[in-house]
C-alpha cells in the first residue's frame, strides 16, 4: 500500500469509530488525542480495526507509536505493503 | 467451539456481546429467560406498553459531544447518535420538606439553586464538582472510600448533604446510607453533570437496537438458556452446564450474573463464597396509566426524588415498603416533539425482599394493592394528586425483580462490595454488569464494553 492508501485505511477506521467527526482536516502531525479526543480505549479500537482488516498485530509496547497520523502511517508501512 | 460465552442478555452482556462479535470473535449469549434485558425490559398488559427498569438514561450529551461515557459508548457499540434517539428530560426535582431543588441537564440551574436555597454552601459545592469531575470515568475505578466523608468536607448543612444524596442512593446505591467514593463520583457525574434522557420508545427502542446489532454481526444468543453449573479443571472454567441439560464450551467466559451469583455457579451447593456480602437494597415500583398527560395537570417533572423528613433513611425497611420517601418519574415528561398520548406515572420506594417473599400467593395480591394505594397517598404530597386520573395500575416488587435480575434478596444494584477489575478466580472467566461496579443503562453498557476490551479481545 502506498502512504495516501494506508493514510485513507486509517481514515476509515476513524470514520466508522466517530462517525459524526469531520476528518476532512486532519491535521496528520498532531495527536489523534488532542483532535478527536480519543481516548486510550479508542487508540486499541483503532489497532483492533488494523488486526481486523488488514491482520497486522501491533505488539502492546508500540501502542504508543500510533499517537498521530503521520507516526501512524510511518509505522504501518513496512507492515502492509 | 465459542471463543466467548456471556452469561445474561441484559445491557452489560449485550453490549460486551458486539464488542466481541465485531471483532469476529465466535460468541453466544445464554439469557435464562424468554426475552433480553434482564432488569431493563418491557412487556404489554391490556395493549399498553410498559417498561421496566430504566426511569431515564443517565449520562445525556448532545449530539456531536466527544468526551464522556455516552459518547465513548456510542464510538465502542459502532452506534451514531441518533440510533438512540434520545430524547433531553424537561427537569427534575429533589423535594424535602420546605425545600425543592431544581436540575436538569445543565448544571448551571442545579448551582443557581442551591446558591439560592443554601447560600453558605454553594462555594463548598462547586468545589466539590471540581474535585470530582476529574475523577476516572471509564469505570475500572478502586475503592476510594465514603462519599459521605468526601462531601463532608465540602458541604456542611446535612439538609443539602441529605438531599444530593437521595438521587444518587436511589439511581445506584448498593450500599445502605452510603456510597464508595468511585460511585458517588460516577452518579453524581451522571445525574447532576450529564443528566436524563428517554428514546420516545423507552428501553424496548435500546434492546432492539443492542440486539440488531449483536446479530447482524454474527453472534448468537440463546433464550430459556439458564445457567445451572461452571465446571473448572486446573483454574481455568471449562464448559457450562445449562438447566435443559445441555453443556456449552468455550474458551473463555463472562458472566453477568452478579459476583455472588457466578460463585454459586462455580462451586458446588453449600460452599458459596458467603464472607462476600449480598445486597440488601430492593424497591417495589408502582405504575399508574392515567388518562391525561400528566402536564394537563400541572405537572411537568421528569423526576421527582421525594422525601418526608430532614433527614434520609436509605436502608433495608422493616416493613414491606418505607413510603417515607420515593422517586416518582413521568415518562410523558421528556422533551418529545410528539407527546406520548396516555399519562403514565411510575413511583418507586424501598422494600423488605424477605417480607414480601415470605407472603402466600393470596397475601401477595393483597399487600400489592394495599402499598400500591399507600405509596400514591405519599408521593401526591410532592406532586399534583393524579388519583382521579388513574386508568390502570400495574406495580412490581422485589421478588419481580429477583426474577428479572437473578440477583439475590432483589438487591437492584447488586452486592456493596465491587469488582472492579471484573476477574475471578479463574483465569478466563470474568465478570460485568452491576457487581463489577458500574450502574445505570450507560453504565451497564460501559461495563460490557471494557471488560471486553480488557481481557477478552486480547491476542488470538
Known sequence: MTNEEIRQAVIDILSDISPDEDLSNLDDAAPFRDQLQLDSMDVMDIILELRKRYRVNIPEDDYGKLDTMAHTVEYLKPHLS | ?460
Open chain 2, 1 to 460: 467451539m465459542y471463543d466467548t460465552v456471556i452469561i445474561g442478555a441484559g445491557m452489560s452482556g449485550l453490549a460486551a456481546g458486539i464488542r466481541l462479535a465485531h471483532y469476529n470473535k465466535r460468541v453466544c449469549i445464554l439469557e435464562r429467560h424468554k426475552m433480553v434485558g434482564g432488569l431493563n425490559s418491557y412487556y404489554q398488559q391490556s395493549g399498553r406498553n410498559y417498561d421496566v427498569g430504566l426511569h431515564a438514561i443517565t449520562n445525556y450529551a448532545q449530539k456531536g459531544t466527544k468526551t464522556g461515557p455516552l459518547s465513548r459508548l456510542l464510538r465502542h457499540l459502532r452506534f451514531k447518535w441518533e440510533e438512540l434517539a434520545l430524547v433531553p428530560q424537561i427537569g427534575s426535582t429533589i423535594a424535602f420538606p420546605g425545600v425543592s431543588l431544581r436540575f436538569a441537564n445543565d448544571i448551571a440551574l442545579f448551582e443557581s439553586e442551591i446558591a439560592r436555597n443554601f447560600p453558605v454552601q454553594i462555594d463548598g459545592f462547586r468545589k466539590m464538582i471540581g474535585e470530582l469531575i476529574d475523577y476516572n470515568q471509564i469505570g475500572m475505578g478502586t475503592d476510594g472510600g465514603s462519599a459521605r466523608e468526601f462531601v463532608a468536607r465540602h458541604i456542611s448543612d446535612p439538609l443539602l448533604t441529605e438531599m444530593l444524596f437521595c438521587p444518587l442512593l436511589y439511581y445506584g446505591g448498593a450500599r445502605e446510607n452510603d456510597m464508595e467514593f468511585a460511585q458517588f463520583c460516577i452518579m453524581f457525574r451522571s445525574i447532576f453533570l450529564e443528566g436524563f434522557a428517554r428514546p420516545y420508545q423507552g428501553v424496548r427502542l435500546i434492546l432492539q437496537k443492542l440486539l440488531q446489532k449483536f446479530k447482524g454481526l454474527g453472534g448468537e444468543l440463546r433464550l430459556r438458556a439458564g445457567v445451572t453449573e461452571i465446571l473448572s479443571r486446573n483454574g481455568r472454567a471449562e464448559k457450562l452446564l445449562l438447566e435443559d441439560g445441555g453443556e456449552i464450551h468455550a474458551k473463555q467466559f463472562l458472566s453477568s450474573a452478579g459476583w455472588r451469583e457466578t460463585m454459586r455457579l462455580c462451586y458446588e451447593s453449600g460452599k458459596t463464597q458467603e464472607q462476600f456480602p449480598a445486597g440488601r437494597l430492593s424497591f417495589v415500583e408502582t405504575i399508574s396509566v392515567l388518562r391525561h398527560d400528566p402536564k394537563k395537570l400541572g405537572h411537568d417533572r421528569t423526576i421527582v426524588f421525594y422525601n418526608d423528613s430532614p433527614s434520609f433513611v436509605y436502608e433495608k425497611p422493616d416493613s414491606l415498603v418505607d413510603v417515607r420517601s420515593g422517586v416518582i418519574c413521568s415518562p410523558n415528561n421528556f422533551d418529545y416533539a410528539e407527546p406520548l398520548g396516555e399519562g403514565m406515572i411510575r413511583i418507586t420506594a424501598l422494600a423488605n425482599y424477605d417480607r414480601w417473599a415470605s407472603l402466600d400467593e393470596k397475601q401477595y395480591r393483597l399487600e400489592k394493592m394495599r402499598w400500591y394505594d399507600r405509596m400514591i397517598d405519599s408521593a401526591v404530597r410532592f406532586v399534583p394528586d393524579f388519583r382521579n386520573q388513574v386508568i390502570d395500575t400495574d406495580m412490581f416488587t422485589p421478588l419481580t425483580i429477583r426474577r428479572f435480575t437473578g440477583h439475590e434478596n432483589g438487591a437492584v444494584y447488586g452486592a456493596p462490595e465491587k469488582k472492579y477489575d471484573g476477574r475471578t478466580h479463574l483465569d478466563n472467566l470474568y465478570v460485568c454488569g452491576t457487581d463489577q461496579g458500574m450502574v445505570g443503562v450507560v453504565g451497564s453498557l460501559v461495563s460490557g464494553v471494557t471488560i471486553a476490551n480488557k481481557y477478552l479481545l486480547g491476542g488470538e
